[in-house]
């Protein structure tokens, strides 16, 4: 429940629309509904500006339906990241209005088109091998009402086909680049424009990557001032940092 269902709800009680025991019920388990499984968090969108989210890796089929079910009768928009075929697959039988993703591995079951957000978010990724990073990132902002432009195969090995982006570079609000490898995408973007950056490391790249701690090392002591970076192959916290800024400039 967001703010502006929450105050639908109480309107229609105010109106006679509803009675109190419906409104009670309604609130009875508007923090969490306890399912065995899982403890659904309703409130969530109330505390942070947008619904719970659920990773998928380490869950079962079973448990999945099981909360993406509770979430959908409540009327809330679904997305679910980390989702192998398999899951995907049996998500869509349950859910046939939903949409998986198999290169980002993510599930969205929308109940209602999100709220536009003010800004454009631009996701921009060095090599075609860190496009499902990146794409869980386009993923997760447009679930969250943003307006997201991607760029793809724009790494330094090949500097000019980032550079005859500028004009998408600078238009953007916020730009999340994604990057295995040594990792140093972001700190040319960063560079180049005055918008936060946040920068993702993906796990790409051969032994001495070490499963993306290299990129990670290089992105934090980036020396374009200001990079934000998150956690290895973290497209979702990278799109959620991205939507908390948004929403506190549109404040």
């Known amino acids: 429940m967001n703010p502006d269902e929450l105050k639908k709800l109480l309107q229609a009680f105010r109106n ?9 019920g309604r609130l009875r388990t508007l923090p969490f509904e ?3 499984i899982a403890h659904v968090d309703h409130h969530r969108s109330l505390r ?6 659920i990773f998928g890796a380490g869950k079962t089929i ?10 959908a009768a409540r009327g809330s928009n679904v997305l679910a990241t980390r989702l192998d075929s398999d899951k995907g697959q049996a998500l869509l039988d ?14 969205c079951l929308t109940a209602k088109t999100p709220e536009a ?44 086909r980032l550079l005859s982006r500028g004009d998408t570079l600078r238009s953007a609000d916020v730009i999340i680049v ?8 972001p700190s040319v973007v960063g560079g180049l424009v005055s918008v936060p ?29 200001g990079v934000t970076v998150v956690n290895i192959d973290n497209g979702f916290g990278a799109a959620f940092a991205a939507h908390r800024i948004l929403q506190g400039r549109a404040r």
């Open 178 to 185: 994604v990057a295995g490898m040594e990792g140093a995408l």
């Open 16 to 24: 006679g629309e509803v009675d109190e025991a419906d409104v009670i």
């Open 94 to 107: 349950r859910f046939p209005g939903g949409e998986f993703d198999p290169l980002a591995g993510t599930f």
């Open 48 to 53: 942070q500006g947008a619904p719970e989210v």
């Open 117 to 160: 957000c003010e800004g454009t978010l631009l996701v921009a990724c060095a090599g075609t091998s860190d496009l499902p990073v990146a794409r869980e990132a386009a993923v997760t902002a447009r679930m969250f009402g943003h307006r997201v432009e991607e760029l793809t195969d724009v790494g330094v090995a090949g500097i000019h």
């Open 62 to 71: 079973e448990q999945l339906q099981a909360i993406i079910a509770t979430m």
């Open 34 to 36: 306890d399912i065995g």
């Open 197 to 225: 950056v946040i920068a993702v490391p993906t796990s790409v790249g051969y032994g001495a990557a070490f499963g993306g701690i290299a990129a990670l090392l290089g992105m934090l002591n980036s020396c374009a001032g």
